[in-house]
């Protein structure tokens, strides 16, 4: 290891080598005696960078097998222009990429006790998809929850890390990452959208640039608990071209802006009827879930009406919906004018009769539709699947009479021949 640069720096070069141990690789104190040589280079100033250049330079004349991390890695072509035989290229803050790279060019050394997990952890999940959560906390201070007092303000995960477990996870098998948080769409707030490294590239700590590079692993993607903030607006085309799902989740929760402001909800005052037609126009095939509350403290009988009224224009796909339920320690509880429990358990029934009737028209409209479908299960009476339209476990299936020869986990196409109030049922294609 060759570290150059400031005291943040000989960090990160140290964290590097207690990886590099704890691996089972033995650092060698010269050049002969080392089968990979680690430059950590500094890009402060032009001397800085003249050094740093300089070592791997060094590095690839005494040894030959070099590769570059640090602050100029930042600018992986100036130094491949310089030093086009260097293995790889990292930023700073990179020892996932970096022990990629150390793992591609030097096989790691069996280590009995790492050995025992797989590359991708240990998952509650079926081999075919997982969760990726990409942060954790919530900024928002919504009267009905107490989230954040559980879990903290909003705290993003470093993006080169998140892709590098997604990557670790579609190499292994997986066909489907579910995208989670408390609010997907503030992913990179707290730390105002800075740079990330990822296989040497930079990329901004910001949910359209994980979703697109996220796109480019070839498998799908689906967004859940997204806000309906301006900035979404920038992820339906990455839907409209194939690279993400064309479905979102987005907890709406009412549709009255009296109740939205004082539920606390962010982006209460947003035209949402708008914007869902504004996201048709650009992808007419989305799918949109959401979720709404119904006897929030001093809802009215019109202000329920309204929200009614806001599904039959906004033909949501698939709706969950929970009366209003007090939870020790929110601020909604001090609200004036709670609702009985019976009128609360009303409006919700009222509201899921309306929706059923919506659900299965935007299910009716996939009849006769050839979709890639993902296998789930399969039995004697043939696979059940999941479309792109729906997510595991709160969605509907894919009933394929003639799937018996189908694999869970598997692609399929099928054609749609029916439907109920939930689920769609499909032959082979």
Known sequence: MVSL??????????LILTRLRAEGYLISPDYEGADLVLVNTCGFIDAAVEESLDAIGEALEENGKVIVTGCLGAKADLIREVHPSVLAVTGPHATEEVMKAVHEHLARP????????????????????????ISEGCNHRCTFCIIPSLRGDLVSRPIGDILQEAEKLVDAGVKELLVISQDTSAYGVDVKYRTGFYGGRPVKTRIYDLAKEL?????WVRLHYVYPYPSVDQLIPLMAEGLILPYLDVPFQHANPRILKLMKRPASMENNLARIKAWREIC???????TFI???????EAEFEELL??????????VG???????????ANELPDALPEEVREDRRARLMELQEDISTQCLERRIGKTLQVLVEEVDEEGALARSP????????????????ELEPGEFASVTITDCDVHDLYAKLA
Do not use: M
């Not at 796109?215 to 498998?219: F, H, I, K, N």
């Not at 119904?294 to 009215?300: D, L």
């Not at 339209?389 to 018996?404: C, K, M, R, S």
């Open 5 to 14: 640069g400031c005291p943040k720096a000989t960090v990160d070069s140290e």
């Open 284 to 290: 007419p095939d989305i799918a949109i879930r959401s």
């Open 321 to 331: 919906c929970f009366p209003y339920s007090p939870v020790e320690g929110a601020a």
């Open 110 to 133: 069996h280590e009995p006790f790492l050995d025992l997990v797989p590359p991708q952890g240990i998952r509650l999940t079926p081999e075919h998809y997982a969760y990726l959560k």
């Open 215 to 219: 796109g480019r692993l070839g498998v």
């Open 294 to 300: 119904t006897g929030f403290p001093g809802e009215t």
């Open 309 to 318: 009224q806001f599904l039959e224009e906004a033909q949501l796909d698939r």
């Open 389 to 404: 339209y729906d997510a595991p476990e709160i969605d509907g299936l894919v009933n394929i009479f003639d799937g018996h």
